[in-house]
Every structure is written in structure tokens, then in C-alpha cells.
């Protein structure tokens, strides 16, 4: 159970003042759901801003505070379209002030026409405009305040603003408890470290590095903690050794020798089953490296040894491509193969349940489905999962409890994880890695293209569509707001479309997920040609015939990103192409990350690297953490407080495995603040 010393801060939002059920949503959109999730919600940056007198004496990019007088208030044209307010400066100069949302019925109230107000907010362009998008105070008296104030910018979404979110905040910081220190005194001391208290006022208050530095660590901590623990129990338990005699395995057709690194991965996994406690096993490689005849060859080992495996897949699009490629590689084996994912209701459904219970199905996939409270299993050896990155620990434990005995587990992931992190990630992990690609894969070709070539690109991708091939175009997240992202996808499809008509689709993040299967699925038949997607096509989709990928604006993306969807292409016999479009001007780190993208295609270099320049790009805290299971810590702070986070779990555990002592107590707090209390739980179990 949760310490009680913790409740303040996992009351729900709505006992703040001011929290009703309409901006419940946009708080809950931000993962804000406790008043622990408000406290940790940390500034990206900090804002000074300058007042100025006209327009005329600031630039785009600048933060500004000045006065304007509305002039005009345009309603958008369609309903996706943002609401504008024309206003003056006091020489006659025009801008924007533009609202998306609902954040449009406050610019009704606040900004009458023909009334002076002072504006602080981010100047920018649309078109030939100067704008400020979502001002960030909109105030009637002279304001020469709001200049010399430097103020924390946090993250928004739709329906929320700065002022609103800086007030939760700060009822949430009145509330805070105080906590016993988990860390030890003698680290405090040599790093300067506040208290957890202080340390979370002070992040909200300006650039305090050790305050945040702090705040990272307890995550670090926590996570390192609790993957031990999690260790500690697996190899405490008894699972069932599984032997196979290879009769299964011998009547396998592959139509392919296995490579050097599938067989070492075979022979490591085969190691683990034949062993009492269950394997926790991860398999790595990079995308194409062949990790799914290796899940095969582990079911088939569990079957050999008389048991039943499941295979877990993030996705139903990828559940079902997995079905269709396991299932006839294994026909000849004559093992059962089903799939069960949310879509099978009914008669198919009960079918598939009586087979597990009866045993007649040896092997199960599907998505998070197949582990439901009411999917019981006659005899479950292993677990593979796929993606492993998109589940939690939470939920693999979940699945652990599914078979008589803890079944053993694989999990496997194409995305390249630097060592470091490897450790934050799957530190409960032993780590088998594909880094061997099968042969006559012929490299992807990646080119950099100014996007002022875009005429040239769409020739291009014409040509390409009509030799029977497929592509994708991703557009970038670029904006703070992400109905701008959304709008210039749009646009781009639009002027897509122009061109290619209904051999276009898009694919973006806002859609349901059905509607998103839908048009992927249209995609993966080859109905449609071209798919305009957001990052949504990032995770395993296999199309062989996509063998062009254009990235737009690619300076934005990371390295990790890049190298994940130049992958979706080269999966097939024809020689695959990679567009990366660049805008005119580009960092350095920019530059330097797409020269190495045309350099290399081994995704643990670039991991590496990427890790490298990110970290030196980084301020503050800036949460780029991305694929990693941290919300505190950024990918610098990781590098540098992870492995003395990991030491200092690792002496606690030394000294205190079943955490006992006044300092164990406090470190049961810990896990229970990062939620990470599965460890917890597992020492109480066990
Ligand atoms: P991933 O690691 O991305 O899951 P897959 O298992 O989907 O990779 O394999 C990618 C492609 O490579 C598949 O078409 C698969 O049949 C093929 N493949 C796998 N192993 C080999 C091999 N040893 N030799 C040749 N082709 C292989
Ligand atoms: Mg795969």
C-alpha cells in the first residue's frame, strides 16, 4: 500500500481551485492527473521579455511585451482553422494575435476592438504577417511588470495557458508533504543537492541546475531501484526448465540459412529456457535484422517442450503481420498458430479461448488481448514481446502471472539503445543483440535535399509510384502547438492530392485509432500508393513494396527518429530510397546529424551519437527523453546521473535488499512517488 505521507499528492486535480471538468481534458492530454503529476510538471525554459514600443523595434523570435489596439477579429474558415485578432501598434503597425481552439472565445472577451491591451507573447511570422500565437498575458493596465519578470514556460495544450497552468502549480506546491531523504547524506553533501522540497519549488522558479539535477535523480534512482528488485524476485523464482528435442525446429523450411547472430541469439535464448528461473531475456536489433524467425525458433523450443508461447505485438496492424509471416513459416511444423486481438468478439473469440484452455493452440498472437483476465491459458512456457519498448515492466509482470509457473519472456526491440540507457531500461535485463544483417540487403540510398527542390521531389515520387512502388512522406512536429503540425500535414497532403489524386492517404496522430488501422491497412494492401503520415509510422509497419521515404523539414527530427523511419523502406528486393528534406538554414548539430544519416545505416553508432550531440545541445532539463521510460530526466541527465544512481540502488540493495532500515523506508516512498512500486509489491509477494 502507498504510504499515506503521499496522498496529498495523488489526490486528483480537480481538488485544486479552479479544476472542473472542462479543463480536467487538457490537463489529462499532458498526462496531469494528480496533484504529484502538476508539482512534476517542470518548465521547459524560462522567459525574459523585452517591452517594447512598436513593432518596428523587435524581430521574429523575439519575446516581447507591447501595446496593441485590436483593429479587427477574423473567424476561421473552416473549424480547423485558427481565430485571428488584427491589432496596431501605436505607430500604425498591423500583427496577428492568433488562437487556436477553444483559446478563440477568450480572445473574444479580451480583446474588444478599438481598446488598448498589453500583449506578452513570442513574435512570429505566417506569411507575410508578424503573429504571436497564444499570447502568453493579455492584460489591460500598463504592464511594465511583465517585462522584468522572468516567468517559466510549461508545456501547453489546447484549453490551458500559461497563467492558468502556473497557478495549479502553484496550489500544488503548497501542498507538497515533506518527504524522508532517500538519498544518501554523503551524495547530498559533494553534489549540493537541495531537499526533494525545495528542490521542486526551485525548479519552478528559475534555472536551477542542481535543483533539477536533483528531481532527475530520485527518477534515476527509482527506476534502478525497482529494476533490481524486480531482478531480485525473478531469480528467486522457479520456473519450469524448457527442453526441446528439435523435432519441431527439423521440419522448419526457412527459405534462408540463419545469419552468425541469429544462431548465437538461438543458442543464448536456448541457454536461458533450460534453465529453472525464468529468462528475462531482451533481444536487440536493428530494423530488418530478422528478430522474428528467432521468436519462432523460441516457441518452437516451448512447444517442443510441450508447452504453449504468445507472442505480443503493440499494434493490431503489426499482430496481424506477424500471424500471416509466423504462421506460414510454421505450416510445415504443423503447430497451431492463432491470433486474438480487441477485434475478435463473439463465437471466433470463444474458439480461440477453448484452444488455449484445451491446449490444441500451441501458439498465441495478438496485442495486449491475449492477456486479459479472462484468457487463461492451459500451459504457458514463454512470452515473446514485440517492441518491448512500448510496454512497461508494469505490464510484463502482469504477464508473468499468466502461466501456472512464471512463464519465461523475450522481449525484442529495433530501437537502438545507447549502453547507457540500455542499462535504465532493461537494467533487469540479459541483452542478446542481432548485429549481423542478413545478407544482400543493399544499402538504403540517403539523399539531403534543400526543400526548394520541391518540384523536383514530386517529379520524383511521380516517377517512383508509376513503376508499381510505394512511399511515404512524414511530416515533422515542429510547432508548441500541435494543430499547426496538423495544419501543415494537411496542407501537404492537400497539395499531395493535387498531384496524385486518390492514390494519396494521411495518417496522423489525432485519429481514432480504427480509422488509423483503416488507412494503414488500405496502405499495407496497396490500395493506396502514397501515405502522408505524421511519426505515427515510426513503429514496425513491414510494407516491402515502400521502398521511398521522404522525411520533410528533417533537421527536426533526432538521429534515433530518423535512422527508426528511414527503416520503414529497404525491407524488400528493390533498391530503397530515403529523402531527407532540409529546410535553408541549419544548425550545426543539424548538419552534422544528417551528414552522418548518409554516412552510416548501423543504428548503435547512430544511437551513440545521437546521444552525443543531443546532450550537448541540451539546456535545462529539456525532455527529449523520448524512448526512454523517464519523464523527470533528460537524456544529458541520464548519461550523467545514471550511473551513480544505479551504484547508489545498488549498495541499498546490498545492504538492505528487503528495504527494512529508516533509509529502505524512505526509498519504499521513492518507488511509490515514480510509481515504480511493482518492486515493492514483488518483496512483499516474495
Ligand atoms: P525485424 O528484426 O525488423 O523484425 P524481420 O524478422 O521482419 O526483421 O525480418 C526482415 C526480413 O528479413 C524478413 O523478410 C525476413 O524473412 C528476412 N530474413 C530474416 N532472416 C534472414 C536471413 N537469415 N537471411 C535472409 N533473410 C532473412
Ligand atoms: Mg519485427
Redesign the pocket.
Known amino acids: 500500500m502507498r504510504p499515506d505521507i503521499l496522498n496529498p499528492l495523488f489526490a486528483e486535480t480537480d481538488t485544486l481551485d479552479g479544476v472542473g471538468p472542462k479543463l480536467r481534458r487538457p490537463l489529462e492530454k499532458l498526462g496531469l492527473i494528480r496533484l504529484r503529476d502538476i508539482a512534476y510538471h517542470l518548465p521547459d525554459r524560462f522567459v525574459t521579455r523585452r517591452a517594447v514600443e512598436s513593432l518596428d523595434k523587435t524581430s521574429e523570435g523575439e519575446q516581447i511585451v507591447l501595446a496593441l489596439t485590436p483593429t479587427e477579429h477574423r473567424a476561421p474558415r473552416n473549424n480547423r482553422g485558427p481565430y485571428r485578432v488584427l491589432a496596431q501598434d501605436s505607430i500604425g503597425n498591423i500583427c496577428a494575435l492568433t488562437f487556436f481552439g477553444r483559446a478563440s472565445y477568450t480572445a473574444k472577451k479580451q480583446l474588444p476592438v478599438g481598446e488598448k491591451r498589453w500583449v506578452a507573447g513570442k513574435l512570429d511570422r505566417f506569411g507575410d504577417m508578424l503573429q504571436i500565437v497564444h499570447p502568453d498575458h493579455i492584460e489591460k493596465e500598463s504592464s511594465a511588470s511583465l517585462a522584468q519578470l522572468t516567468e517559466p514556460v510549461y508545456p501547453l495544450s489546447e484549453g490551458l495557458t500559461q497563467p492558468r497552468i502556473s497557478g495549479l502549480i502553484e496550489q500544488a506546491l503548497a501542498r507538497l508533504p515533506e518527504l524522508p531523504e532517500w538519498i544518501e547524506q554523503s551524495q547530498l553533501d559533494k553534489e549540493e543537492w537541495p531537499d526533494w522540497h525545495d528542490a521542486l519549488h526551485l525548479s519552478h522558479k528559475s534555472e536551477h541546475a542542481r535543483a533539477r539535477d536533483r528531481l532527475a535523480y530520485d527518477e534515476l534512482l527509482a527506476n534502478s531501484l525497482a529494476l533490481m528488485l524486480v531482478r531480485a524476485d525473478n531469480r528467486s523464482r522457479r520456473g519450469q526448465p524448457l527442453k526441446g528435442d528439435g523435432q519441431i525446429r527439423a521440419k522448419l523450411e ?6 552468425g547472430a ?1 544462431k548465437r541469439s538461438i543458442a543464448e535464448i536456448e541457454g536461458d529456457l533450460v534453465q529453472e528461473a525464468p529468462m528475462l531475456r531482451l533481444l536487440q ?10 521468436a519462432l525458433e523460441a516457441m518452437l523450443i516451448a512447444n517442443e517442450a510441450g508447452k504453449q508461447a504468445a507472442l505480443l505485438a503493440p499494434t493490431e496492424i503489426l499482430a496481424r503481420q506477424h500471424y500471416e ?1 509466423i504462421r506460414s513459416m510454421a505450416a510445415p511444423t504443423g503447430v497451431e498458430v492463432a491470433i486474438l486481438t480487441g477485434r475478435d468478439k463473439g463465437k471466433a473469440r470463444e474458439s480461440i479461448l477453448m484452444g488455449l484452455m484445451d491446449g490444441s493452440i500451441d501458439i498465441l498472437i495478438g496485442t495486449h488481448a491475449i492477456f486479459q483476465e479472462s484468457v487463461n491459458y492451459r500451459d504457458l512456457g514463454l512470452v515473446v514481446i ?1 517492441e518491448q519498448h512500448r510496454f512497461g515492466v508494469e505490464q510484463r509482470l502482469r504477464l508473468a502471472g499468466k502461466g501456472r509457473q512464471t512463464p519465461h519472456t523475450l522481449a ?1 526491440t ?1 530501437t537502438p539503445i545507447p549502453r547507457t540507457l540500455s542499462l535504465a531500461q532493461y537494467g533487469e535485463m540479459d541483452v542478446s543483440r ?1 548485429d549481423e544483417m ?3 540487403r543493399k544499402p538504403i540510398i540517403t539523399r539531403v535535399m534543400s526543400m526548394e527542390r520541391m518540384g523536383e521531389i514530386v517529379d520524383g515520387i511521380s516517377r517512383h509510384l508509376e513503376t508499381g512502388q510505394q512511399a511515404f512522406w512524414v511530416c515533422p512536429m515542429v510547432h508548441e502547438n500541435e494543430k499547426l503540425d496538423l495544419a501543415a500535414a494537411e496542407d501537404r497532403f492537400a497539395a499531395l492530392r493535387e498531384r496524385f489524386g486518390d492514390r494519396v492517404v494521411l495518417v496522423h496522430g489525432q485519429m481514432k485509432p480504427e480509422e488509423k488501422d483503416a488507412a494503414m491497412e488500405r496502405f499495407v494492401k496497396g490500395e493506396v500508393k502514397l501515405m502522408v503520415a505524421t511519426t505515427v509510422i515510426e513503429v ?1 509497419v ?1 510494407v ?1 513494396n515502400a521502398t521511398l521515404v521522404v522525411i520533410e523539414q528533417a533537421e527536426h527530427f533526432g538521429l534515433a527518429q530518423l535512422h527508426q523511419l528511414r ?1 520503414r523502406v529497404g ?1 524488400g528486393s528493390e533498391q530503397a530510397v530515403c529523402l531527407l528534406l532540409r529546410s535553408e538554414h541549419l544548425s550545426e548539430t543539424a548538419r552534422r546529424r544528417l551528414a552522418l544519416m548518409r554516412e552510416t545505416q548501423d543504428g548503435f553508432r547512430i544511437a551513440e551519437e545521437d546521444l552525443e550531440l543531443r546532450g550537448g545541445g541540451e539546456l535545462l532539463g529539456t525532455r527529449q527523453s523520448g524512448d526512454t521510460p523517464f519523464h523527470i530526466a533528460s537524456l544529458e541527465q541520464i548519461t550523467r546521473l545514471l550511473p551513480a544512481a544505479h551504484a547508489d540502488a545498488r549498495l541499498l540493495m546490498e545492504r538492505d535488499g528487503g528495504l527494512a532500515s529508516e533509509r529502505g523506508q524512505a526509498a519504499r516512498v521513492l518507488l511509490y512517488l515514480f510509481e515504480r512500486d511493482w518492486g515493492v509489491q514483488l518483496l512483499r509477494g516474495g
Do not use: E
Open positions: 526457412l527459405p534462408f540459412p540463419l545469419t541469429q536489433g536493428d530494423v530488418g535484422a530478422g528478430k522474428t524467425v528467432v509471416t514485440d525484442m529495433a542481432l542478413p545478407p544482400g514496425g513491414d516491402p527503416g525491407r
